[in-house]
């Protein structure tokens, strides 16, 4: 929100300019909260000290006297990088106007925009009128630098927003045309998918034509390098020494300044700077706010930054990639530095890269929903295992009616044509899956047939409709139409899902997909239980019209106590204990609802598991039998199981508020992630996703899929059962027809999050909202616990 014009006398003049300064984004986050800066640092030492190696961000190395220290830096004689680019910008600043051609720059991490001078005096020669907005996160440097600016810049509207600069990229369309300065080699700080996601992010907020000027420090003799980072004033010293000087003023870690020591050196085979604090002797780092702990032993180092050296050709091919456009290269006399100006191009892919893109999708997931029936036989195609499931055919024929429906209707309406679908035995509000064993349904030759038809329906409307269609063409409700294309793949994947439930009730049969990995084994031991979610706002939910659900939207404020929340799913170790606690005859664990389920059900552990005689535990899956594994997550628990186990555990369901901030949220950011681990799609390094392992990976396999708070496995492996009750988000709008979601409201139905194994990577995201009745057990569905704090 607009904080009002900041005033400063003009020199020479009684008129008094003005700047604005904002905050960036439509909903306000509290971002200049002290106590939210202070718990966002404590998090990033937690999660940066809990890697391998261990990291500490170099985002917290500027403080107020951090600030001061680099100042300091740049002026000493062995620091070339602010000398080379302040040449080059002074030399080539009319060029640079010239080749712009807009009169607004605006500049990410501004700090006091002193180098950014030599650009202002050619953009505003002659009195010419031009705008500048400055974006850093401390506001007091906007405050100071702009308010000189607005005095010594007459024809130059100046602003201002405070803001991380990934929260400000959500700000930039408004001011295009545009010219966008990141400048410094602060591109250097990134590593190879920080820069790509960087340059994607940046990518989607800049407007076709919009330029880029990127400053980098450009590969050249180690020496050189090393001496800039090792200086003989020692300042580099003070300057990685003030982090931890920083932690004990801040965090009350209690560490002794003189037992650590300044490292950095070039690593030539990654062309980078590496800095580190090396601890001359053992150390424990405390984090009590945190719970955590961290021993750091005597010569072990932790690393503080790293400043990477670049090729000016390889990183015009990185942009090209983004949509990036080279326009001209400057460098200074001595080639140490480079300032690339860059254009980005109209990103609309061509008619045949879209259709292609779309065919591809949707062949990867009929490919792999023919895979999992391969190895059926036709009895088992046809026949309904028990009243919560559909016979398979029935959800084959389902895929291939919802697509020739919707590729007919090409989303021109809200709401299903209820005259027709009264007679189709493929409609599911019509027919409940009780009823559906009774249907007249097809054989295999005919399923497939259907699936086959719908299919070419589709390839041919693709077709037709690219070959007419205009860029700005869009579906009812405003979303594009290729969200027709998502839709269609995704509620194919969501099946698919569903027949492997099927499949894995089916009593009798031995089942061997044609592709089987087994679950990952940990990669790391967690070294604590939970995490601390401190108090504040946060952004739920998505705007995202290309392919999110109706359910998932609008984003919208919530705020939040402070809270805790497991850093891993609850594992069969775990729930064992509960089990033979004798967690299933204790009354006072259970809520009404869930003792009678109880009762009625005679369950006395999960689905799938089974006690030998000699008081062992395996498990059943798949035509497969194997001792229960302790360390993976439980599965196949309902809601009523799942919140006794919390209750017996002294603990509680999470809200699934409370579990998409301990997903998405990045605190220091001020932005939700659209994965745990960042924006970058899911890999296999990441999560357990895809219909691959047909069990659940071990806890602790995917450390490189933690959130920013530190949780593991909140997409992939089980879906996890929450506390909240399926309802609409403030301002919900049915999208493309109310029986997605809006008939489900109010019905009973728990929601769950995070996707499973049997979850395809298309319909998996942190938005995702998955709902079941809480007595529901057939879903690969289990949990984690979370408390108040």
């Given at each position: 929100?607009?904080?009002?014009?900041?005033r400063?006398?003009?020199?020479?003049?009684?008129?008094?300019?003005?700047?604005?300064?904002?905050?960036?984004?439509?909903?306000?986050?509290?971002?200049d909260?002290?106590?939210?800066?202070?718990?966002?640092?404590?998090?990033?030492?937690?999660?940066?000290?809990?890697?391998?190696?261990?990291?500490?961000?170099?985002?917290?190395?500027?403080?107020?006297?951090?600030?001061?220290?680099?100042?300091?830096?740049?002026?000493?004689?062995?620091?070339y990088?602010t000398?080379?680019?302040?040449?080059?910008?002074?030399?080539?600043?009319?060029?640079?106007?010239?080749?712009?051609?807009?009169?607004?720059?605006?500049?990410?991490?501004?700090?006091?925009?002193?180098?950014?001078?030599h650009?202002?005096?050619?953009?505003?020669?002659?009195?010419?009128?031009?705008?500048?907005?400055?974006?850093?996160?401390?506001?007091?440097?906007?405050?100071?630098?702009?308010?000189?600016?607005?005095?010594?810049?007459?024809?130059?509207?100046?602003?201002?927003?405070?803001?991380?600069?990934?929260?400000?990229?959500?700000?930039?369309?408004?001011?295009?045309?545009?010219?966008?300065?990141?400048?410094?080699?602060?591109v250097?700080?990134?590593?190879?998918?920080?820069?790509?996601?960087?340059?994607?992010?940046?990518a989607?907020?800049?407007?076709?034509?919009?330029?880029?000027?990127?400053?980098?420090?450009l590969?050249?003799?180690?020496?050189?390098?090393?001496?800039?980072?090792?200086?003989?004033?020692?300042?580099?010293?003070?300057?990685?020494?003030?982090?931890?000087?920083?932690?004990?003023?801040?965090?009350?870690?209690?560490?002794?300044?003189?037992?650590?020591?300044?490292?950095?050196?070039?690593?030539?085979?990654?062309?980078?700077?590496?800095?580190?604090?090396?601890?001359?002797?053992?150390?424990?780092?405390?984090?009590p706010?945190?719970?955590?702990?961290?021993?750091?032993?005597?010569?072990?180092?932790?690393?503080?930054?790293?400043?990477?050296?670049?090729?000016?050709?390889?990183?015009?091919a990185?942009?090209a990639?983004?949509?990036?456009?080279p326009?001209?290269?400057?460098?200074d006399?001595?080639?140490?530095?480079?300032?690339?100006?860059?254009?980005?191009?109209?990103?609309?892919?061509?008619?045949?890269?879209?259709?292609?893109?779309?065919?591809?999708?949707?062949?990867?997931?009929?490919?792999?929903?023919?895979?999992?029936?391969?190895?059926?036989?036709?009895?088992?195609?046809?026949?309904?295992?028990?009243?919560?499931?559909?016979?398979?055919?029935w959800?084959?024929?389902?895929?291939?009616?919802?697509?020739?429906?919707?590729?007919?209707?090409g989303?021109?309406?809200?709401?299903?044509?209820?005259?027709?679908?009264?007679?189709d035995?493929?409609?599911?509000?019509?027919?409940?899956?009780?009823v559906?064993?009774?249907?007249?349904?097809?054989?295999?030759?005919?399923?497939?047939?259907?699936?086959?038809?719908?299919?070419?329906?589709?390839?041919?409307?693709?077709?037709?409709?690219?070959?007419?269609?205009?860029?700005?063409?869009?579906?009812?409700?405003?979303?594009?139409?290729?969200?027709?294309?998502?839709?269609?793949?995704?509620?194919?994947?969501?099946?698919?899902?569903?027949?492997?439930?099927?499949?894995?009730?089916?009593?009798?049969?031995?089942?061997?997909?044609?592709?089987?990995?087994?679950?990952?084994?940990?990669?790391v031991?967690?070294?604590?239980?939970e995490?601390?979610?401190?108090?504040?706002?946060?952004?739920?939910?998505?705007?995202?019209?290309?392919?999110a659900?109706?359910?998932?939207?609008?984003?919208?404020?919530?705020?939040?106590?402070?809270?805790?929340?497991?850093?891993?799913?609850?594992?069969?170790?775990?729930?064992?204990?509960?089990?033979?606690?004798?967690?299933?005859?204790?009354?006072?664990?259970?809520?009404?609802?869930?003792?009678?389920?109880?009762?009625?059900?005679?369950?006395?552990h999960?689905?799938?598991w089974?006690?030998?005689?000699?008081?062992?535990?395996?498990?059943?899956?798949?035509?497969?039998?194997?001792?229960?594994?302790?360390?993976?997550?439980?599965?196949?628990?309902?809601?009523?199981?799942?919140?006794?186990?919390?209750?017996?555990?002294?603990?509680?369901?999470?809200?699934?508020?409370?579990?998409?901030?301990?997903?998405?949220?990045?605190?220091?950011?001020?932005?939700?992630?659209?994965?745990?681990?960042?924006?970058?799609?899911?890999?296999?390094?990441v999560?357990?996703?895809?219909?691959?392992?047909?069990?659940?990976?071990?806890?602790?396999?995917?450390?490189?899929?933690?959130?920013?708070?530190?949780?593991?496995?909140?997409?992939?492996?089980?879906?996890?059962?929450?506390?909240?009750?399926?309802?609409?988000?403030p301002?919900?709008?049915?999208?493309?027809?109310?029986?997605?979601?809006?008939?489900?409201?109010?019905r009973?139905?728990?929601?769950?999050?995070?996707?499973s194994?049997?979850?395809?990577?298309?319909?998996?995201?942190?938005?995702?909202?998955?709902?079941?009745?809480?007595?529901?057990?057939q879903?690969?569905?289990g949990?984690?616990?979370?408390?108040?704090?």
């Open positions: 929100m607009p904080a009002g014009p900041l400063a006398p003009r020199r020479g003049s009684e008129v008094t300019p003005a700047f604005s300064l904002e905050r960036a984004g439509r909903l306000a986050l509290g971002l909260d002290p106590e939210l800066t202070r718990m966002a640092f404590a998090q990033s030492v937690a999660r940066g000290l809990a890697s391998h190696p261990r990291t500490l961000s170099c985002r917290y190395l500027y403080d107020a006297e951090g600030g001061a220290i680099f100042d300091r830096i740049t002026e000493l004689p062995e620091y990088l000398r080379c680019e302040a040449e080059i910008l002074r030399t080539y600043s009319r060029k640079l106007r010239e080749l712009a051609g807009c009169r607004t720059l605006v500049e990410l991490g501004s700090g006091s925009s002193m180098k950014t001078r650009l202002l005096d050619a953009w505003t020669e002659g009195g010419a009128r031009a705008t500048y907005v400055a974006v850093d996160i401390c506001a007091p440097a906007i405050e100071e630098a702009c308010t000189q600016l607005a005095i010594d810049y007459p024809s130059l509207d100046v602003r201002g927003i405070a803001a991380p600069y990934e929260q400000a990229f959500g700000e930039l369309a408004r001011f295009s045309p545009l010219t966008l300065l990141f400048l410094g080699s602060s250097g700080n990134l590593d190879a998918p920080e820069l790509d996601e960087f340059l994607e992010r940046l989607s907020s800049l407007s076709p034509g919009d330029g880029f000027l990127l400053g980098i420090d590969v050249k003799d180690e020496r050189i390098l090393e001496a800039a980072y090792n200086d003989s004033a020692r300042l580099s010293d003070a300057f990685t020494l003030n982090l931890f000087a920083r932690m004990n003023r801040e965090l009350g870690t209690r560490l002794n300044l003189r037992e650590i020591e300044h490292v950095a050196y070039y690593n030539a085979s990654l062309e980078r700077i590496e800095i580190y604090a090396r601890f001359k002797r053992e150390a424990w780092i405390e984090l706010e945190l719970g955590r702990s961290f021993r750091v032993a005597a010569g072990e180092m932790v690393r503080t930054e790293i400043s990477r050296k670049f090729r000016a050709a390889d990183v015009q990185t942009a990639r983004h949509g990036f456009r326009v001209q290269t400057f460098t006399r001595g080639r140490n530095f480079a300032l690339l100006l860059m254009r980005l191009e109209r990103r609309r892919p061509s008619r045949e890269s879209r259709i292609l893109a779309a065919e591809r999708e949707l062949e990867a997931v009929r490919a792999r929903t023919l895979e999992l029936i391969a190895p059926l036989a036709d009895e088992d195609l046809a026949r309904q295992v028990c009243p919560l499931m559909s016979p398979i055919v959800d084959l024929g389902h895929i291939a009616s919802f697509e020739a429906q919707w590729i007919g209707r989303l021109v309406t809200s709401a299903l044509d209820r005259d027709a679908d009264e007679n035995i493929y409609n599911p509000i019509v027919h409940p899956r009780a559906r064993g009774s249907l007249y349904l097809p054989d295999r030759p005919g399923a497939l047939e259907l699936l086959q038809r719908s299919r070419c329906g589709t390839l041919a409307r693709l077709r037709a409709r690219e070959s007419t269609e205009r860029p700005s063409t869009s579906t009812a409700g405003g979303a594009p139409d290729g969200y027709l294309y998502a839709m269609i793949a995704q509620h194919e994947a969501q099946h698919s899902e569903t027949i492997l439930q099927t499949i894995e009730l089916m009593e009798g049969i031995s089942y061997e997909p044609p592709r089987r990995g087994e679950p990952r084994d940990a990669v031991t967690l070294d604590a239980q995490a601390i979610i401190p108090a504040g706002p946060f952004v739920m939910g998505t705007d995202d019209r290309t392919v659900y109706d359910n998932e939207r609008p984003a919208h404020l919530v705020t939040l106590e402070r809270y805790r929340i497991d850093l891993a799913p609850v594992s069969n170790g775990d729930f064992l204990a509960f089990v033979e606690d004798g967690g299933y005859r204790r009354r006072e664990l259970w809520t009404s609802d869930g003792w009678r389920w109880l009762c009625s059900s005679g369950v006395s999960p689905s799938g089974a006690r030998e005689p000699d008081g062992s535990w395996h498990q059943q899956a798949f035509g497969r039998r194997r001792d229960l594994v302790l360390r993976q997550p439980v599965i196949h628990v309902c809601w009523y199981e799942a919140d006794a186990y919390a209750r017996w555990a002294g603990k509680r369901l999470p809200t699934e508020a409370e579990w998409e901030k301990a997903a998405a949220w990045d605190l220091e950011r001020g932005v939700a992630r659209r994965y745990p681990w960042g924006d970058l799609p899911p890999s296999d390094e999560a357990n996703l895809e219909q691959r392992t047909f069990a659940p990976s071990m806890v602790g396999a995917y450390p490189l899929g933690r959130s920013y708070f530190g949780c593991h496995q909140m997409l992939g492996d089980v879906w996890e059962w929450t506390a909240s009750d399926f309802a609409s988000y301002g919900f709008v049915a999208f493309p027809y109310p029986e997605y979601s809006a008939v489900h409201f109010g009973g139905y728990k929601v769950l999050r995070g996707g194994w049997a979850t395809q990577r298309l319909a998996m995201r942190n938005t995702f909202r998955n709902w079941d009745l809480p007595e529901r057990r879903i690969f569905a949990f984690r616990c979370a408390a108040d704090a």
